[in-house]
Every structure is written in structure tokens, then in C-alpha cells.
């Protein structure tokens, strides 16, 4: 299905660890094959992202070759000190992104930054210059770089690889704020990769969701007391401090 607002984007780095939580919990790391949805969601909010809107990620495309390194690490230990740890990432990754925004229906207050054009235009822009915030490949030491792209084009690593299953894999988290119900809600799929391209059912169609925690009533949000809507570009480049010029 076609969106007026979708993007596309090419995301990679030198490492990546998209963690697998069944690893953790000796105290090291493992990261999936293929990153998760919710790693990609983050991503592109680190380019751009608002209350208003709500990131839903498409398809994602591998471009390289899956290829993992190990690493030792020495993280701190909560009662003091150092251990030692062994981190396995994936190494030399690159993915073509697909991915449109949605209005955050939990979030009524804010029907009038409801600006479709603004956001789609900024969205872009900020995509273009490789995001406001830095951007990561999963954790804080694997540092990406982001840029437009048109998905599909060019030659990918598993174009011709046919059907990949990955088993059960963490989808992402259900917040609050995007659900309406106080509970973090975790969710789980069994994806799978066609010819290198990874096509995310929607999160409220994952079949496996587990309760984490209860979780207190969201923030809301007051115009003129802490928020203060812009309906048009110039105004939210202006709050910004950006040039509408060069955004």
C-alpha cells in the first residue's frame, strides 16, 4: 500500500546489536540476524519524531552479508567494579528502510499539530542531513549514518536468497502512550525474509504480547502551558532554531 507520507532510508555502520533478550540474562549480549522493529522505530526517531505522530515501519531491506563478531567486554557491575563479558555484533550491516507516520489517536490534545505536510517535509529534511539526534544501530556504541534513499533500487546481498525464517523474534514495545492502557507491553513474531526484504506486520497484529509492568498515567499535554502548536513549517523550524531556507 502506497502512503503520501512514506520515506524511504539507507541506515548502516561498522557494528550492530540488535540484542536478543534470551542472551541477557547471564550478562552478555547477542545480537539477532536482522534488526527488529523496534530498532528501526528508534532510528527514525532519532531523525524525526513528535508526539503527534507515530513511526510505523514498513519493510526493511538487507543489503549486506549477515556476518557477526564477538568482542570482550568489561561493563561495570551494580555492587562495583568490572567483569567480563562476551558481546557478539554483526558487522558491516547496511538496510534499506521503509516506513510512514500515523496519527497518535491517545493523544487528542495535540488534534491541531495534525499538519501532515509539515511533518511529511520536515521528516525528509531531517532524514537528508542524517537525523537530529545521533543514530544507533541497536546500542550506544554501534553509531550509524542515515540517508534518502528509494527502496529497492540497487543490488542487495540476498536478492535472490528466497524464503529465510527467523523463528520467534522480539517485534517491539507497546508504550503507554501509543496504546492507551497503563501497561509496557512487549510483543514477539516469527519474521521472515523474502529475497532480502523484510515486510513488519503492524504491532497491533502481533499475535504474542506479554505484560512487563503497570505503568502510571501518561504526561498530558496543555497548549499555551507546555506545548505550543505550529501549523505551519516556518513555525516549527522557527521553535527549532533552524533557517526555513536550508530545512
Known amino acids: 500500500m502506497e502512503y503520501r507520507n512514506r520515506v524511504d532510508f539507507l541506515v548502516g555502520g561498522r557494528l550492530a546489536l540488535f540484542s536478543d533478550p534470551v542472551t541477557r540474562g547471564g550478562g552478555e549480549k547477542c545480537s539477532y540476524q536482522v534488526p527488529t522493529y523496534q530498532a528501526l522505530k528508534g532510528i527514525l526517531e532519532s531523525c524525526y519524531w513528535k508526539p503527534t ?34 558481546y557478539t555484533y554483526l558487522t558491516d550491516v547496511a538496510y534499506q528502510v521503509q516506513a510512514h507516520f500515523e496519527w497518535n489517536e491517545h493523544r487528542p490534545e495535540l488534534a491541531g499539530d495534525r499538519n501532515e505536510n509539515k511533518h511529511y517535509a520536515i521528516a525528509r529534511r531531517m532524514i537528508a542531513r542524517g537525523g537530529r539526534r545521533d543514530v544507533f544501530l541497536g546500542t550506544r556504541e554501534c553509531q550509524a549514518y542515515v540517508e534518502p534513499c528509494t527502496f529497492g533500487e540497487g543490488s542487495g546481498h540476498y536478492d535472490e536468497a528466497g524464503t529465510l525464517s527467523f523463528g520467534l523474534m522480539f517485534h517491539g514495545f507497546n508504550y503507554p502512550d501509543e496504546t492507551g492502557r497503563q501497561t509496557l507491553e512487549t510483543r514477539l513474531w516469527y519474521p521472515k525474509m523474502e529475497n532480502g526484504v523484510i515486510r513488519f506486520c503492524r504491532p497491533e497484529n502481533c499475535r504474542v504480547v506479554r505484560v512487563v509492568k503497570q505503568q502510571k498515567a501518561v504526561k498530558s499535554f496543555t497548549p499555551g502551558e507546555n506545548f505550543a502548536p505550529c501549523d505551519t513549517l516556518a513555525e516549527e523550524v522557527a521553535v527549532d532554531g533552524l533557517d526555513a531556507e536550508t530545512v
Open 53 to 86: 505522530l507515530v513511526w510505523v515501519i514498513d519493510a526493511v531491506r538487507v543489503m549486506r552479508p549477515i556476518q557477526s563478531q564477538s568482542k570482550g567486554i568489561r561493563p561495570i557491575k551494580y555492587g562495583g567494579g568490572n567483569d567480563l563479558s562476551i
